[in-house]
C-alpha cells in the first residue's frame, strides 16, 4: 500500500447525500479480484450514457477535475454493501482523500486499509472547501498535522492515531501481519513441537 502523508489538488465536488456503494462501482464490475482497473467504471452510471458514451455534463469527465486526487461530498458516503471494490475504483481512478460531514463505518474501515484519507468536517466547512472546487482552486491535505489549507486558511480535522501510523506508513492488513512474522513463526515452532500431528507436511 502506498504511504499518504500529504498531498495537493484542485478538489472535485460531488453534492450528493447517501452515495452508496453501488453508485460508486456498480455489482458487474464485482467479478476482479485485482485493485487496479476498476477506475474507468468509478461512478459509471452518472458518467456513461446508455452507448457507454462519456456524459459531457458529469463532472468526474471534465478538466480538470478528472485529475483530480480529493473528492468533496455529501453525508453517509459509502453507504449499502460493504464492497472493498469502491474504495479500489476510487483509488484507481486517482482519488486519495475524501472530505464529507459523514462516512459509512465499513467504507471508512476499508479506505484506511487500501490507502485512502477519509476526512470527517462540519458542512460549513465543505461549504467553503467546494467553492475552492467552484474556483478550481488546490488545497492541501497534510496527515501528519491533521489540517487542510486552503488560501489563507486552514482547517483542522482529527483521525485515529492507529489509522494515521497505517495510512503514514503504508500498512495494510498484510503488512501490519508481517510486522509480527517472528511471532508467528515461533509460535508456529511451538505448536509443531508440542502438536505435531496436526501438521500434514
Known amino acids: 500500500m502506498q504511504k499518504f502523508s500529504s498531498l495537493k489538488s484542485i478538489p472535485v465536488y460531488l453534492p450528493l447525500v447517501n452515495i ?3 453508485m460508486i462501482i456498480p455489482k458487474q464490475f464485482l467479478k476482479t479480484i485485482k485493485r487496479t482497473g476498476l477506475g474507468k467504471n468509478l461512478f459509471f452510471e452518472m458518467r456513461y450514457d446508455d452507448q457507454g458514451k462519456e456524459i459531457n455534463d458529469f463532472i468526474l469527465n471534465q478538466n480538470p477535475f478528472n485529475n483530480s486526487k480529493i473528492l468533496i461530498t455529501g453525508k453517509n ?3 449499502g454493501s460493504s464492497r472493498e471494490h469502491a ?3 476510487l483509488l484507481d481512478f486517482g482519488i486519495t482523500c475524501i472530505i464529507s460531514s459523514s462516512f459509512a463505518d465499513i467504507f471508512y474501515n476499508n479506505c484506511f486499509k487500501n490507502g485512502i484519507l477519509p ?3 462540519d458542512y460549513e466547512k465543505i461549504k467553503e472547501l467546494s467553492e475552492y472546487a467552484n474556483r478550481k482552486e488546490e488545497i492541501s491535505v497534510d496527515l501528519k498535522e491533521e489540517k487542510i489549507v486552503y488560501g489563507n486558511n486552514e ?3 482529527e483521525i485515529d492515531p492507529f489509522k494515521k501510523k497505517c495510512l503514514l506508513e503504508g500498512l495494510d492488513d ?3 501481519s508481517l510486522k ?3 511471532k508467528i513463526e ?3 515452532k511451538d505448536l509443531r513441537n508440542k502438536k505435531s500431528w496436526i501438521f500434514n507436511d
Do not use: Q, S, V, Y
Open 174 to 176: 498484510i503488512a501490519l
Open 180 to 182: 509480527k512474522l517472528d
Open 20 to 22: 452508496d456503494t453501488d
Open 119 to 121: 476526512i470527517i468536517l
Open 87 to 89: 474504495p479500489w475504483a
Open 77 to 79: 458516503f459509502g453507504c
Open 186 to 188: 515461533n509460535f508456529e
Open 155 to 157: 482547517i483542522k480535522f
